[in-house]
């Protein structure tokens, strides 16, 4: 099945450096989503994206798509203490295959934030 | 704002045991979902349902039963549960297709099985 990988697995900062995760895959997303999960809570969701090269921004966060759609970002400027948790990115399966309609979560990065 | 509820929260049981989570959401949604967490494995999709009545399998259904006999609840059996499904069991709900609409997730099951 269609797969996305993230990278890194773990990032520790210091408060007020950036933090950049990736998520890559070899075929083409149809559209990407990113959630965040706090420390010991649930996934809760971020942003999606759709088109191909898209940027958009929520305060601190910025994310892309990339223009082959076969990878995107999300970083974060000047990382505060609540910035801390796993960010995962998940792609929908394109259609045609079994996976249609549902979500392949990535492994996650997990971010650390020393104040 | 319930949002996604699942019960219980914790549970321990012995091998062999077995047992149904619940999750019901009052969002009205469609689609629901219930993934597992294991450590650097992120969230596997067990199995899913689009509407009332239906229930498809995910990425790793072996072990597990499901049915959603209501709109709003969506229950997970586990038959004769084993070590290796101890992890964190999490149920989504969704308005449209997985991947158009955001999931919201429910607080999570740690389960156990020793």
């Known amino acids: 099945g269609q797969q996305v990988m993230q990278i890194p697995q773990y990032q520790h900062v210091q408060e007020g450096e950036d933090f950049t995760t990736y998520c890559n895959s070899s075929t083409t997303l149809s559209n990407i989503q990113w959630y965040k999960q706090r420390p010991g809570g649930h996934p809760v969701f971020l942003i999606q994206?759709?088109?191909?090269?898209e940027v958009k921004k929520q305060k601190r966060l910025t994310f892309q798509f990339g223009e082959a759609k076969k990878n995107s970002s999300l970083h974060i400027t000047a990382t505060q203490t609540t910035d801390v948790g796993t960010y995962f990115c998940?792609?929908?399966?394109?259609?045609?295959?079994?996976?249609?309609?549902?979500?392949?979560f990535g492994q996650g990065t997990i971010l650390t934030v020393h104040p | 704002n319930a949002g996604v509820t699942q019960t219980p929260k914790f549970r321990v049981l012995k091998t062999g045991q077995s047992m149904t989570l619940l999750c019901a959401q009052d969002m009205n949604h469609e689609y629901m979902y219930w993934y597992r967490q294991d450590p650097g494995m992120g969230l596997r999709l067990i199995h899913y349902?689009?509407?009332?009545?239906?229930?498809a399998k995910g990425e790793v259904p072996d072990g597990y039963n499901v049915s959603r006999l209501k709109k709003q609840n969506f229950l997970l059996g586990l038959e004769s549960a084993a070590p290796s499904q101890t992890s964190v069991y999490f149920c989504a709900s969704s308005y449209g297709m997985g991947g158009n609409q955001p999931q919201h997730f429910g607080d999570g099951t740690r389960l156990s099985i020793l």
């Open positions: 349902s689009v509407g009332e009545g239906t229930t």
């Open positions: 994206l759709v088109k191909s090269g």
């Open positions: 998940a792609d929908k399966a394109n259609a045609g295959g079994t996976s249609y309609g549902k979500l392949t």
